[in-house]
């Protein structure tokens, strides 16, 4: 299997940043971009990131929906299509 650890830390790869952002979204149902990056930050002790990869990813898998109006993302349930 390969591993990020050689170049990177795994908290800090897009599958870590992802993981927190399920978790804050788990615990609030919906935050705004600035929110979130704020959140890993704090959580991750990270200055420099891009959050558009991670929530890409949750995109792609169905996981979240992003509202472009409020620039917020929310958790999708596994009721909805």
Partial sequence: MIRPSKHMTLE???IGIASVVIQEL????????????????ERLKITEFN???PIGF?????KVEY??????????TCNQP
């Fill in 26 to 41: 788990l615990k609030s149902g919906v935050s705004t971009i600035p929110e979130l990056e704020k959140v890993i930050a």
């Fill in 58 to 62: 949750l995109f792609a898998l169905g």
């Fill in 67 to 76: 509202f472009e109006a409020s620039d917020s993302v929310k958790l999708r």
């Fill in 12 to 14: 800090t790869c897009l």
């Fill in 51 to 53: 959050l558009g990869p």
